[in-house]
């Protein structure tokens, strides 16, 4: 089980940090990430972080963004820098295994990526 929290509303320029607490062991080669969904716009992948610390990133969101994982914790977080109000979206976090970062980022947002939370809104204005 996902569990997204952090979310909230916040000004643009502004930071913020969100997280992904993992109930459960995950198979030791394991991708986890991120995506948003915004009405009237396509989910989009953000960020991903696979078993070996490699990340990928989108394009939209690199340097801004910055997606990290908590082994102790098994805890994923993603920092939100430098947020522009076509950041607000809710933020949902995925997991699956057998997948490199850069593999993750291109299928996280389809049906068969793998798990996903139901996601913490994040509001920028």
């Known amino acids: 089980q996902l569990v997204e929290s952090g979310g909230g509303a916040v000004e643009a320029g502004r930071s913020l940090r969100i997280s992904c607490a993992v109930t459960g062991r995950l198979r030791d080669n394991w991708n986890m990430g991120w995506f948003r969904e915004a009405p009237g716009k396509e989910r989009e992948a953000l960020a991903t972080?696979?078993?070996?610390?490699?990340?990928s990133y989108a394009d939209s969101v690199k340097g801004r963004f910055a997606i990290s994982r908590d082994n102790a914790r098994n805890t994923l977080f993603l920092d939100l820098n430098a947020l522009k109000p076509e950041d607000t979206g809710t933020y949902r976090c995925?997991?699956?295994?057998?997948?490199?970062?850069?593999?993750?980022?291109?299928?996280?947002?389809?049906?068969?990526?793998?798990?996903w939370g139901d996601g913490t809104q994040v509001t920028v204005s």
């Open positions: 995925g997991s699956s295994w057998g997948l490199s970062a850069a593999q993750a980022l291109a299928m996280i947002d389809r049906p068969d990526y793998g798990y």
């Open positions: 972080i696979d078993y070996t610390g490699r990340t």
